[in-house]
Protein backbone atom coordinates (compact mmCIF):
# COMPACT_ATOMS: atom_id res chain seq x y z
CA UNK A 1 0.00 0.00 0.00
CA UNK A 2 1.12 3.36 -0.82
CA UNK A 3 0.02 6.41 1.45
CA UNK A 4 -0.02 10.13 -0.36
CA UNK A 5 -0.94 12.57 2.49
CA UNK A 6 -0.60 16.30 1.74
CA UNK A 7 -1.09 19.09 4.61
CA UNK A 8 -0.66 22.84 4.66
CA UNK A 9 -3.59 24.22 3.37
CA UNK A 10 -5.76 27.34 5.13
CA UNK A 11 -7.52 30.71 4.87
CA UNK A 12 -4.92 33.32 3.99
CA UNK A 13 -5.38 37.06 2.65
CA UNK A 14 -4.00 37.68 -1.07
CA UNK A 15 -0.59 38.64 -1.22
CA UNK A 16 0.14 36.26 1.83
CA UNK A 17 1.98 32.44 1.79
CA UNK A 18 1.53 28.94 2.87
CA UNK A 19 3.71 26.31 2.32
CA UNK A 20 1.91 23.28 1.69
CA UNK A 21 4.17 19.34 2.26
CA UNK A 22 3.12 16.10 0.30
CA UNK A 23 4.79 13.15 2.28
CA UNK A 24 4.52 9.64 0.74
CA UNK A 25 4.99 6.47 2.60
CA UNK A 26 4.81 2.84 1.83
CA UNK A 27 5.86 0.45 -1.00
CA UNK A 28 6.93 3.37 -3.18
CA UNK A 29 10.17 1.82 -4.81
CA UNK A 30 11.53 4.33 -6.36
CA UNK A 31 9.85 7.79 -6.93
CA UNK A 32 10.32 9.06 -10.84
CA UNK A 33 8.44 12.41 -10.33
CA UNK A 34 6.35 14.72 -7.89
CA UNK A 35 3.94 17.11 -8.66
CA UNK A 36 1.08 19.34 -7.49
CA UNK A 37 -1.82 19.50 -8.92
CA UNK A 38 -5.02 21.82 -7.95
CA UNK A 39 -8.48 21.56 -8.57
CA UNK A 40 -10.73 25.36 -8.83
CA UNK A 41 -14.28 24.94 -8.79
CA UNK A 42 -15.75 24.34 -11.74
CA UNK A 43 -12.43 23.87 -13.58
CA UNK A 44 -10.67 20.34 -14.38
CA UNK A 45 -7.64 19.50 -12.53
CA UNK A 46 -4.35 21.08 -13.73
CA UNK A 47 -0.58 20.61 -12.78
CA UNK A 48 0.52 23.69 -11.24
CA UNK A 49 4.59 21.94 -10.52
CA UNK A 50 6.38 19.50 -10.25
CA UNK A 51 9.91 17.81 -9.30
CA UNK A 52 11.63 15.34 -11.20
CA UNK A 53 13.43 12.38 -9.48
CA UNK A 54 17.05 14.11 -11.10
CA UNK A 55 15.87 17.40 -9.67
CA UNK A 56 13.88 19.08 -12.47
CA UNK A 57 11.64 21.51 -12.38
CA UNK A 58 7.98 22.92 -13.78
CA UNK A 59 5.56 25.42 -13.21
CA UNK A 60 2.26 26.39 -15.00
CA UNK A 61 2.42 29.74 -16.37
CA UNK A 62 0.21 31.15 -14.06
CA UNK A 63 2.57 30.71 -10.64
CA UNK A 64 6.00 31.02 -12.12
CA UNK A 65 8.00 33.05 -9.84
CA UNK A 66 5.42 32.69 -7.20
CA UNK A 67 5.79 29.04 -6.51
CA UNK A 68 8.80 27.53 -5.77
CA UNK A 69 8.90 23.41 -5.53
CA UNK A 70 11.06 21.80 -3.62
CA UNK A 71 11.71 17.65 -2.19
CA UNK A 72 13.31 16.46 0.73
CA UNK A 73 14.21 12.55 -1.42
CA UNK A 74 15.17 10.94 2.39
CA UNK A 75 12.05 11.55 3.30
CA UNK A 76 9.88 11.24 0.66
CA UNK A 77 8.46 14.39 0.69
CA UNK A 78 7.59 17.30 -1.61
CA UNK A 79 6.83 21.03 -0.62
CA UNK A 80 4.81 23.95 -2.30
CA UNK A 81 5.88 27.16 -1.64
CA UNK A 82 3.51 29.51 -2.69
CA UNK A 83 4.05 33.44 -2.17
CA UNK A 84 1.70 36.09 -3.07
CA UNK A 85 -1.06 34.03 -3.58
CA UNK A 86 -3.52 35.21 -5.44
CA UNK A 87 -7.90 34.29 -5.24
CA UNK A 88 -7.90 32.70 -8.03
CA UNK A 89 -5.21 30.46 -6.51
CA UNK A 90 -8.05 29.30 -4.47
CA UNK A 91 -8.21 25.73 -4.68
CA UNK A 92 -7.64 21.86 -3.70
CA UNK A 93 -4.30 21.36 -3.97
CA UNK A 94 -3.49 17.35 -4.83
CA UNK A 95 0.02 15.89 -4.25
CA UNK A 96 0.81 12.91 -7.38
CA UNK A 97 3.57 10.90 -6.65
CA UNK A 98 4.74 8.97 -9.77
CA UNK A 99 6.65 5.83 -8.69
CA UNK A 100 8.27 3.04 -10.11
CA UNK A 101 5.53 0.37 -9.21
CA UNK A 102 2.42 3.12 -9.95
CA UNK A 103 0.67 6.78 -9.60
CA UNK A 104 -0.42 7.85 -6.21
CA UNK A 105 -2.70 10.87 -5.30
CA UNK A 106 -3.80 12.41 -2.52
CA UNK A 107 -6.81 13.24 -0.98
CA UNK A 108 -6.01 16.90 -1.51
CA UNK A 109 -5.68 19.70 0.83
CA UNK A 110 -7.38 22.99 0.17
CA UNK A 111 -6.74 26.69 0.31
CA UNK A 112 -8.36 29.59 0.31
CA UNK A 113 -7.25 32.95 -0.58
CA UNK A 114 -9.94 35.97 -0.01
CA UNK A 115 -9.84 39.58 1.29
Known amino acids: QVQVVESGGGLVQPGESLRLSCAASGSIFSIVAMNWYRQRQGKQRELVAGIHADGRTAYAGPVKGRFTISRDSAKNTVYLQMNTLEPEDTAVYLC?????????WGKGTLVTVSP
Open 96 to 104: NVVGSTGNY
